[in-house]
């Protein structure tokens, strides 16, 4: 099947012929994640190709840093890595892909965010001289030790991270959680301490922590972002993980 590109105003879509339908949306979505993202970010990466691959070994075998992450990851959380970036590209599984991967209609909605998500990785390595792109061995060193803050951008601004309930729930059963969150569980958990930081402090706050370079460590960058002791954020951000993982309220017919 030969490939084609689609364009849109600030995105070039990279893709089989037979894909060109979904392409479109995707275009859609990040033209809108890229106009949202424009009123918070000072740098915003333009000119972005957008590659749709077909399975998740192509995927991998284009950006061969996001098997190392995945690795670093649980089995949960790897589901919801399906995509990654480079200087100027974007790479994330076809939506057809996505859809045959999901887990329910919660999944499902998550993982139709994957290109924003991968997006929004790109836009914050552009504005984090901690993190890549471009890929040194220091900053990628920094990208997978602490991937919670990168993901956790990701997450939260692409808004992944309300259909994230079933899989925070799994992982609360299965015990204690860190703070932040090990890479282990960046991918599933990271999203929600952006989401309380937002709630706390606004939006800005959650930008302002996604630019931080963690010189300090991440103990110190959660009491700049929080203004508390890093102890109250640890209890907070568990709090708040019990709420995202409680099931979903049922409605009663009369």
């Given at each position: 099947?030969?490939?084609v590109?689609?364009?849109?105003?600030?995105?070039?879509?990279?893709?089989?012929?037979?894909?060109?339908?979904?392409?479109?949306?995707?275009?859609?979505?990040?033209?809108?994640?890229?106009?949202?993202?424009?009123?918070?970010?000072?740098?915003?990466?333009?000119?972005?190709?957008?590659?749709?691959?077909?399975?998740?070994?192509?995927?991998?075998?284009?950006?061969?840093?996001?098997?190392?992450?995945?690795?670093l990851?649980?089995?949960?959380?790897?589901?919801?890595?399906?995509?990654?970036?480079?200087?100027?590209?974007?790479?994330?599984?076809?939506?057809?892909?996505?859809r045959?991967?999901?887990?329910?209609?919660?999944?499902?909605?998550?993982?139709?965010?994957?290109?924003?998500?991968?997006?929004?990785?790109?836009?914050?390595?552009?504005?984090?001289?901690?993190?890549?792109?471009?890929?040194?061995?220091?900053?990628?060193?920094?990208?997978?030790?602490?991937?919670?803050?990168?993901?956790?951008?990701?997450?939260?601004?692409?808004?992944?991270?309300?259909?994230?309930?079933?899989?925070?729930?799994?992982?609360?059963?299965?015990?204690?959680?860190?703070?932040?969150?090990?890479?282990?569980?960046?991918?599933?958990?990271?999203g929600?301490?952006?989401?309380?930081?937002?709630?706390?402090?606004?939006?800005?706050?959650?930008?302002?922590?996604?630019?931080?370079?963690l010189?300090?460590?991440?103990?110190?960058?959660?009491?700049?972002?929080?203004?508390?002791?890093?102890?109250?954020?640890?209890?907070?951000?568990?709090?708040?993980?019990?709420?995202?993982?409680?099931?979903?309220?049922?409605?009663?017919?009369?």
């Amino acid at each position: 099947m030969p490939w084609v590109e689609t364009t849109s105003l600030s995105f070039t879509a990279r893709h089989e012929a037979s894909h060109t339908e979904d392409a479109e949306e995707v275009l859609e979505a990040l033209e809108e994640q890229r106009n949202r993202l424009e009123e918070l970010f000072p740098r915003i990466p333009g000119n972005v190709t957008v590659v749709l691959h077909d399975s998740a070994v192509q995927l991998g075998l284009s950006q061969p840093y996001l098997p190392v992450a995945r690795r670093l990851a649980s089995p949960p959380a790897r589901r919801y890595m399906a995509g990654w970036f480079a200087a100027g590209e974007v790479h994330v599984l076809a939506p057809q892909v996505l859809r045959r991967a999901a887990a329910g209609q919660d999944s499902l909605d998550a993982l139709k965010r994957t290109p924003q998500r991968a997006y929004t990785l790109l836009l914050v390595g552009e504005n984090n001289p901690a993190l890549p792109p471009p890929f040194r061995p220091g900053n990628v060193s920094r990208l997978l030790r602490n991937a919670w803050l990168a993901e956790g951008a990701a997450q939260h601004f692409s808004g992944q991270v309300p259909f994230l309930r079933a899989a925070i729930a799994t992982r609360l059963r299965r015990g204690r959680v860190d703070c932040p969150p090990s890479p282990r569980d960046a991918g599933i958990l990271a999203g929600a301490l952006f989401d309380l930081l937002e709630r706390d402090r606004g939006p800005q706050a959650c930008v302002g922590l996604a630019r931080h370079t963690l010189s300090q460590g991440s103990g110190a960058a959660l009491q700049d972002a929080f203004d508390q002791p890093a102890k109250e954020v640890e209890r907070r951000f568990r709090a708040h993980l019990e709420r995202l993982g409680a099931p979903a309220p049922t409605t009663t017919l009369r």
